[in-house]
């Protein structure tokens, strides 16, 4: 069922009116000294008007340096629904930044912001998981998404969440176990992933088998994905009418197939057919992900015994505009071809 957007409009019973600024330099450090006013209102019209100033790297490196992060971290926990938005409409544009997110990192707000994982207001819960996004993207983000505990509840979070809010948590993962997958295995992070695969929204289906593929990276992820049984749901998905779940999931069955039990599951589900497809389709963006799988598939017997007669439809491969594709091809051909 479809679920309404989250709308980033203030109460209606708050005025949107914006301080007036002092010129130059002076600007910013007198929004800083009005995010500590006792005065409700005061706060709110310096977080409205530093949301505007933050836009500019510039005043990014300036805020930056005049302490204003460790303000808006005590102004995460604030009882003011709206001060908890604009601090995180803050941060979140700041994240947009390089330097930004250096300075969030550096600051410790990654952990200040897991306070708001429960938040009551749908805005701030989605701006405080678009930060986490935007801080996984680099490697030492990721690290901090990491160190601060927060893979586990994260997992957790993608059974209840609103949908927009469970494609940047997935987002999120996708760079975090990229690094580290241990953490998200004993979540019972494989079983979540398993159901998010035949969820209703295309970009939910896609990006669950995107973090499939990087949890199945790695060796206890490929034993995981195995034990779960979630090699035949991927098989499934192969002939879904959406090119990015296909590239994704042919990508997760892919790194899945490296091992025996993965192949021998794979086989199991007949696999072998809606691959061919995708190889046959010219226009294919699984095409690559897909001779690869059939390469590993080859390696079995039964698998090797199918193949050989399709070798034209790889043959044809060996003309495609991709060197990447011609040279899947070649290999498949002599995996194919190869007798004991």
């Known amino acids: 069922m479809a679920q309404p957007r989250i709308s980033a409009y203030l109460p209606p019973d708050i005025d949107p ?5 002092a010129f130059g330099r002076r600007a910013l450090p007198k929004l800083n000294e009005e995010l500590q006013s006792p005065e409700l209102l005061t706060q709110q019209r310096a977080l409205m008007a530093l949301c505007d100033l933050v836009h500019d790297p510039e005043k990014v490196y300036q805020a930056i340096a005049l302490g204003f992060l460790d303000n808006l971290k005590t102004l995460l926990v604030h009882h003011d629904q709206t001060v908890r938005q604009k601090t995180t409409d803050v941060l979140s544009i700041m994240a947009l930044h390089s330097i930004g997110r250096q300075g969030l990192i550096q600051s410790g707000v990654i952990s200040a912001l897991t306070g708001l994982l429960d938040d009551p207001v749908d805005i701030c819960r989605k701006n405080t998981h678009q930060i986490f996004d935007m801080m996984a993207k680099l490697p030492e983000g990721a690290g901090g998404v990491l160190r601060a505990d927060l893979i586990p ?6 059974k209840t969440e609103l949908d927009e809010i469970q494609e940047l948590i997935l987002d999120t993962l996708s760079n975090c176990l990229r690094v580290e997958v241990s953490e998200a295995l004993a979540a019972g ?3 979540v992933l398993k159901e998010k695969l035949s969820h209703p929204s295309t970009a939910i289906r896609s990006k669950a088998a995107w973090v499939l593929l990087e949890i199945s990276s790695h060796a206890e992820g490929k034993i995981a994905v195995c034990k779960e049984g979630v090699i035949p749901l991927l098989v499934s998905l192969l002939e879904d009418t959406q090119p990015e779940v296909q590239v994704n999931t042919t990508g997760a069955l892919m790194f899945a197939a490296v091992t025996p ?3 021998s599951s794979a086989m199991g589900a007949e696999a072998i057919p809606p691959l061919l497809k995708l190889v046959a389709e010219e226009t294919s ?4 992900n897909a001779i690869k799988t059939l390469t590993l598939l080859a390696e079995l017997p039964e698998g090797r015994q199918t193949l050989l007669d399709h070798r034209d439809t790889f043959q044809r491969c060996l003309d495609d505009p991709s060197e990447a594709v011609q040279r899947a091809a070649q290999i498949a051909i002599t995996v194919i071809e190869w007798k004991p």
């Open 189 to 191: 992070a494989v079983t």
């Open 261 to 263: 039990q993965g192949r």
């Open 153 to 158: 509840p994260l997992v957790l979070k993608l």
């Open 285 to 288: 963006k699984a095409r690559l």
């Open 17 to 21: 009116t914006k301080a007036p600024l």
